[in-house]
C-alpha cells in the first residue's frame, strides 16, 4: 500500500531541507573556520580554577550528576585542556580528523560545562558543544584535510586532484547547526513572553534591564545609563528584542528573511556586549556557519580553471 | 542509504530535545531554553554583594577581579541559591570561608597586591532604578546575611 501523498509530500520537503547535494569543500571550508575559530576563542580557557572551589557550591548538570564531587586534581585538568586545544586545531586542519573531532567534543562537553555546575547556567557554552558533536559524527574531514591530501597522495602519485563528488553527507551537518543556532535566539525571545507576558515589552522593564546590569556586570560603556533616559528608546529596544528574537523562527525556512534576522541577531548582541557586559563571543562560529565560504574560497584561488575529476566518497 | 538514517536520527533527537526544553522552559545543557533576562524587571533591584574587611574599613569585592575562576554573575547566583538552601547558614559560611581563600590566592598568584582581609561579609543590597545613575551609587539599603573572620578561614 502506498503511502498517502501528503506523508510523500512531507518526506520530499525534509529530504530536500536537509540533504540537498552539498560539496565537500563547503563542509570541509566550514570544519577550518568552526574549529580554527573555536580555537582562538577558547585558547585562554583555564578551568584549574574550580579544583580549589569548596563543595558547598558544587550543583552538577546534565551528565555532571555521574561525578561525585568537583575534580580536584589541577594538573589533570590542566593535561585535558591542553589536549582539547591541540585537538581543536587538529580538527581544523584535519589531522588524525576523526579521533581529533571525538576528542574535541568530548573535552568540549567536560570544560565547558564545569563551570556551569557551580550554580549557574551560562548560555555562551552550549551551542558550540553542540556544533562539536555534530561535526564530529560528520564527513567534514573528506576534503581540505591533511588527512585527505595524504591518502590522496597515497593513492594518486600523479598528483592528480581528486575531490569529492556532492552529496547530501555534505549539507546536513551544516543545515543542522543552523537551525540549533536560529532556535538559541527564537528560544529567547519565547521564555520572555512565557515568563513574563507582553509586560516584558514595556519601558519600564527595558530600563530596569539596562540600569539594573550597571551594578550587577561590569559594561564596557555607559550607554544603557544614556539610552535609559529615554522612555522612547526603551519601548523601542524592548519590542524590536522580542521581534528580532522571535524572527529566527521563519529565518529556519525562509532564506531571503534569513540575511536579515542574522543581521537583527548580531546587532542585538553587540549591543548587548556593549550595555551589558554580556560577550557571546563562541557565537561567532553559529553566524559562520551561514557564510558562502566556497565562493571565497573559489575567488581567492582563482577557481574553476580546469575542473578536477570527482568521484563519490559516500 | 545508512549514513542518511543516522543523520536523520540525529537530526530529530536534536530537534526533539531542544523543542522539549523551549516548550517547559527546561535545561539539558548543552541543549536550554535559553530563559536569561526572561523575567519581569521593577525598579527595585536587590542583589548580594561581599564586602572585605581591612585595616581601612569595608571594600567592595568583585567576582571576576576577586574571586576567579567565579564571575560576578556566577557567584552572586550560586550564593542566592546557598541562601535558599537547607542548611543554608552553615553552607553561607563554608562557601564564604572558601571565597576568603580564593581571594588570597589572587594574591598569591602574582595579581596586584591588595589589602589583607581580616573578614568577609556577603550583604543584601539594594536600589532604585531610575533614570541618571550610572552605577557607582551606593546601596540605598545594606542587611548583613553572613561573616566570616580570616582566623576561620585559615581552618
Redesign the interface.
Known amino acids: 500500500m502506498n503511502p498517502p501523498a501528503s506523508l510523500t509530500g512531507l518526506a520530499q520537503s ?1 529530504h530536500c531541507y ?2 540537498a547535494p552539498e560539496t565537500a569543500e563547503q563542509l570541509g571550508l566550514v570544519r577550518v573556520v568552526t574549529y580554527g575559530l573555536l580555537f582562538a576563542i577558547y585558547l585562554p580557557l ?2 584549574r ?2 579544583t ?3 563543595p ?2 558544587w ?1 552538577p ?2 551528565a555532571f550528576h555521574i561525578l561525585s564531587g568537583p575534580p580536584r586534581n589541577a594538573a589533570m585538568i590542566g593535561v585535558l585542556q591542553i589536549l582539547w586545544k591541540v585537538s581543536l586545531f587538529t580538527s581544523a586542519i584535519g589531522f588524525l580528523s576523526r579521533v581529533s573531532m571525538i576528542t574535541a567534543a568530548a573535552l568540549g ?1 567536560f570544560l ?2 564545569l ?2 555546575c ?6 555562551l ?3 558550540p ?2 556544533l562539536l ?2 561535526l564530529a ?1 560528520s ?1 567534514c574531514a573528506d576534503a581540505l584535510s591533511v588527512d585527505r591530501a595524504l591518502r590522496s597522495r597515497r593513492e594518486m602519485p600523479s598528483n592528480r586532484e581528486v575531490r569529492a563528488a556532492p552529496s ?2 555534505y549539507n ?1 551537518p551544516v543545515r ?1 547547526g543552523q ?2 543556532f536560529l ?6 525571545g ?3 513572553l ?3 507576558g507582553p ?2 515589552m514595556s519601558a ?2 527595558m ?3 539596562w ?2 546590569e ?6 564596557p560603556t ?1 550607554l544603557g ?1 544614556f539610552l ?2 529615554s522612555a522612547w528608546l526603551c519601548q523601542f529596544a524592548a519590542v524590536a528584542t522580542i521581534v528580532v528574537e522571535l524572527s529566527a523562527l521563519p529565518a529556519l525556512f525562509a532564506r531571503r528573511f534569513r540575511v536579515f534576522a542574522l543581521v537583527g541577531l548580531f546587532a542585538l548582541q553587540t549591543l548587548i556586549a556593549l550595555m551589558l557586559g554580556v560577550y557571546f563571543t563562541p557565537h561567532l562560529a553559529g553566524y559562520a556557519l551561514f557564510l558562502p565560504w566556497e565562493r571565497y574560497y573559489t575567488m581567492l584561488r582563482g577557481y574553476p580553471r580546469r575542473l578536477p575529476d570527482r568521484v563519490s566518497l ?1 | 542509504m545508512l549514513p542518511i538514517r543516522f543523520a536523520s536520527l540525529t537530526i530529530v533527537g536534536c530537534l526533539a530535545i531542544t523543542c522539549f526544553d523551549i516548550a517547559t522552559g527546561l535545561e539539558h545543557w548543552p541543549f536550554g531554553s535559553y530563559p536569561m533576562y526572561s523575567v519581569s524587571y521593577t525598579e527595585h533591584l536587590s542583589w548580594l554583594r561581599l564586602y572585605g574587611v581591612t585595616d581601612r574599613g569595608e571594600i567592595p569585592l568583585r567576582g571576576e577581579r576577586d574571586f576567579a575562576p567565579f564571575d560576578e554573575a556566577r557567584l552572586i547566583m550560586v550564593l542566592q541559591r546557598l541562601q535558599g538552601a537547607r542548611g543554608a547558614d552553615w553552607k553561607l559560611d563554608e562557601a564564604l570561608r572558601n571565597l576568603m581563600r580564593l581571594y588570597n590566592n589572587r594574591n598569591a598568584r602574582g595579581w596586584p597586591v591588595s589589602a589583607p582581609l581580616r573578614a568577609l561579609r556577603l550583604y543584601a543590597v539594594s536600589w532604585t532604578l531610575r533614570p541618571g545613575l550610572d552605577g557607582s551609587e551606593p546601596p540605598r539599603e545594606r542587611m548583613l546575611i553572613a561573616q566570616v573572620t580570616g582566623d576561620e578561614a585559615e581552618r
Do not use: E
Open positions: 525534509w536537509w540533504f583555564d578551568d580554577g574550580w580549589q572551589v569548596s558547598v557550591f550543583m548538570i546534565s562537553f565547558l560545562g563551570p556551569n557551580f550554580g549557574k547556567i551560562h548560555h557554552d552550549g551551542f558543544v553542540l558533536g555534530i559524527v564527513r547530501a553527507q546536513w543542522l537551525a540549533l532556535l538559541v535566539f527564537f528560544a529567547a519565547y521564555a520572555k512565557r515568563n513574563s509586560a516584558w519600564s522593564n530600563r530596569s534591564i540600569l539594573g550597571l551594578f550587577t556586570h561590569t559594561p555607559a545609563s535609559a533616559q559516500s
